[in-house]
């Protein structure tokens, strides 16, 4: 498991990088996001004519004085985004076996969301939900609030490195633990409860949130190996489905259709779904989600 | 070790050479994987067909085939014949009235008998001797020869006894009796130890005599002696039609009662004195003479008149219109010496202590030439022959003996009919080790199976 200490490469490849939100941010907070609010900020953008019951005091005395009409002064306020990450540690992430290269690969997106947000100075926070004792249910879950102070990316690297991915763990209630999140990235295999977890996601989206989607897949899980086996849900032993020549086409023609459902529907509800394989660079993985989606106008 | 059927030792081979080519070519369970999209996998059966490349469980495979080999061998019906023996003897003793001296067949049979023949000792009927009863004949353990009691044992075993004897019966029981022996040897030799006398020769002696599919070794014994006609003690009327009837048969006659003679015929009254006299060893025939005044003794009147009547003693028929004025009833232990021609006993012959005695219910005309009929003369000559009927102990003639002896060789076990299918011994203990053998695989298959 990557220590806190093994991601510097990570950090050094995502120097620069940030992370715009979508849409106008709503806090008071200066910071690198276009705010919802105008007001008093030097940053001048227009003048609006003065209509009734709006604040005199932002009038622009000068041009009254001299063109002998009302204009108020409009500037933009820039903000900061308060930014929850949800890291999905149920059993299904802890794989392959060996390597676990699913779960180090949503470590890896998580400390790499968590420097580029950090550098546009997003206080972060993580929230790793923890199985209950019986499959399905949610047990305490790791949570460290959003914050901006130094340490912090040392703080979250350390979190992830202390959990153990087990269990069947919804993730689904974890949402409910950002509050009023500004934005959300969800980094899972979508493999729990996928149902819950989009319609809570929707209800964040029409709050206001910006929510990211991080599908971590297996290479193992894209091309099974060629040896036929019996495949077992390592969140429920008792599936049981053998895996040979005339079964993979099915599965991967499956697989694939769920993929494609997934991205359509998170993308339907106002998130944005970024599938990242476990063994892709997790760099570009982290540009690939930062990046605002093409006809979109970064507002920070 | 033979097998009875030796088919399903084929068929069993055949059946663990599909069970080995099932065993590396099988639905096997493929070893598990974790995969957490095992969702998207169709829901098949969880065993697919797959060639195994290398050979696995073995023991498994040993089992299967051993257990599969075992019933075969079970079916096959092993027979263990471990002292088989190239010939198996069934050794036909003559203890009839035809023998001269049971020392001299108790000699042959000793010279000959070897252990593990069976000994079929036969007069009018015939059985095999029961274990042990000429063990002293038979070679020891050593080869020494047992003698003192048990030899005078067997030499009472070979006693000739008084009815006639009878090839026919010999051969009967050795044909029964060649199944016990086929088993432990390659072929079976059939010994006759007899006089081989006439008396011995019946119509189906013959036709007995070719169901035995192979050559028979006669060891000619001899035969009794010829003993002259005896005289007849005839008690009754002077002037009975029978004392001319026994003289035309040329049977000399005795004068009174408590005479001698070897016959004592009763035409009267049958006394105490009568019965023990047979017992003594004599021929007692009680012939009562016609008339209601004189039936009486053994059997039932019956009254019924014959318009055509005959009867038929020893070949002799007699034709005349009888009145059946009492009957004689055969009873256990009876011998019939004389029918009517529907059957009914005439004249019935009852062992009596050494001797016999014979009740004749044959009327006799006091007048009329029925008595000195040539006929007649027969029927005399028979109802006052010896116990046991007439003795014929002339030499069987060469045609006979030959078709006694055969030819070629002798019979092969393997054509002998078996005797009714069952499960021998050894097939038992061989289905219960399959059987645990069975438990064994399905203990071991449970273990493997298991994560």
């Known amino acids: ?300 | 070790m033979s097998f009875l059927a030796p088919g399903f030792l084929a068929l069993a081979a055949a059946a663990a050479a599909v069970v080995v080519a099932l065993h590396f070519y099988a639905r096997q369970r493929p070893r598990a994987a974790l995969l957490p999209t095992a969702r998207f996998v169709p829901d098949l059966a969880a065993r697919a067909p797959s060639r195994a490349s290398r050979p696995a469980d073995l023991l498994l495979l040993l089992l299967r085939v051993l257990a599969v080999l075992l019933v075969g061998a079970a079916f096959a019906r092993p027979v263990l014949d471990l002292g088989r023996r190239p010939v198996a003897r069934i050794f036909v003793v003559d203890r009839s009235r035809a023998v001269r001296s049971p020392l001299g067949v108790r000699d042959t049979v000793r010279s000959r008998l070897a252990a593990g023949d069976l000994v079929v000792l036969f007069d009018s009927a015939a059985r095999v001797v029961r274990e042990g009863a000429l063990d002293a004949l038979a070679p020891g353990a050593g080869g020494a020869r047992r003698g003192g009691a048990d030899l005078d044992v067997a030499t009472a075993a070979l006693a000739p006894a008084g009815p006639r004897g009878s090839l026919s019966a010999a051969f009967a029981l050795a044909l029964r009796s060649a199944p016990l022996v086929a088993p432990g040897s390659d072929s079976i030799e059939l010994v006759v130890i007899s006089p081989l006398v006439d008396e011995e020769w019946d119509a189906a002696t013959a036709d007995l005599r070719r169901l035995w599919r192979g050559r028979v070794t006669l060891v000619p014994v001899a035969a009794a002696e010829t003993r002259p006609v005896a005289a007849v003690d005839l008690r009754g009327d002077v002037a009975d039609p029978l004392r001319a009837t026994l003289g035309l048969a040329g049977r000399s006659l005795r004068g009174s009662a408590g005479n001698t003679g070897a016959v004592r015929l009763v035409r009267d009254r049958l006394t105490p004195a009568d019965s023990a006299w047979a017992r003594a060893g004599g021929v007692l025939v009680f012939w009562p003479a016609n008339g209601p005044e004189t039936a009486g003794g053994p059997g039932t009147a019956t009254g019924t008149l014959d318009t055509v009547g005959a009867v038929v003693a020893e070949g002799a028929v007699l034709v005349a219109p009888f009145a059946r004025v009492r009957g004689v009833a055969g009873g256990e232990g009876g011998l019939v010496v004389a029918r009517w021609v529907d059957g009914a006993p005439a004249a019935v012959e009852r062992s009596l202590g050494a001797g016999c005695e014979r009740d004749v219910a044959i009327p006799v005309a006091l007048r009329g030439d029925l008595a000195l009929r040539a006929a007649a003369q027969h029927l005399v000559a028979a109802l006052t022959a010896p116990c046991g009927g007439a003795r014929r102990l002339a030499p069987l003639p060469d045609s006979l003996t030959n078709v006694l002896r055969g030819a070629g060789a002798l019979w092969p076990s393997r054509s002998v009919p078996r005797r009714e299918a069952h499960l021998v011994p050894a097939s038992a203990w061989l289905l219960a080790a399959a059987l645990l053998g069975l438990l064994a695989e399905s203990a071991l298959r449970t273990r493997t199976a298991k994560p």
């Open chain 1, 1 to 300: 498991m990557a220590r806190a200490g093994g991601y510097g490469a990570l950090l050094d490849a995502l120097r620069g990088v940030t992370w715009p939100v979508r849409r106008t941010a709503r806090g008071g907070t200066a910071g690198t996001h276009r705010s919802r609010l105008r007001g008093l900020s030097p940053e001048f953008t227009e003048y609006r004519p003065y209509r009734q019951g709006d604040d005199p005091r932002r009038l622009d005395w000068k041009l009254l004085a001299r063109t002998d009409r009302a204009f108020l002064r409009v500037t933009s306020d820039r903000t900061t985004l308060g930014t929850w990450i949800v890291v999905d540690a149920s059993a299904s992430m802890a794989f392959p076996e060996r390597t676990r290269a699913k779960w180090a690969q949503a470590c890896r997106v998580a400390v790499g969301l968590t420097a580029v947000a950090l550098g546009g100075g997003d206080p972060v926070g993580i929230v790793v939900p923890a199985g209950g004792p019986e499959p399905g249910t949610t047990g305490t879950a790791r949570i460290l609030p959003p914050r901006t102070r130094r340490g912090t990316l040392g703080e979250v690297a350390r979190l992830l490195d202390g959990v153990t991915p087990e269990g069947s763990t919804a993730l689904a209630p974890a949402l409910a633990l950002t509050g009023r999140a500004a934005r959300l990235a969800i980094v899972t295999d979508l493999l729990g409860d996928a149902d819950a977890l989009l319609r809570d996601a929707r209800k964040l989206v029409a709050a206001g949130a910006d929510v990211h989607l991080v599908h971590v897949v297996a290479r193992e899980e894209l091309e099974p190996v060629a040896a036929a086996f019996l495949a077992t849900d390592p969140e429920e032993p008792s599936l049981q489905r053998p895996l040979g020549d005339d079964s993979r086409e099915a599965y991967l023609g499956a697989f694939d259709a769920f993929r494609r459902g997934a991205a359509r529907a998170w993308r339907e509800a106002g998130a944005t779904y970024t599938e990242v394989a476990a063994d892709e660079p997790a760099a570009h993985a982290v540009r690939r989600i930062t990046v605002l989606p093409l006809g979109v106008a970064a507002s920070g």
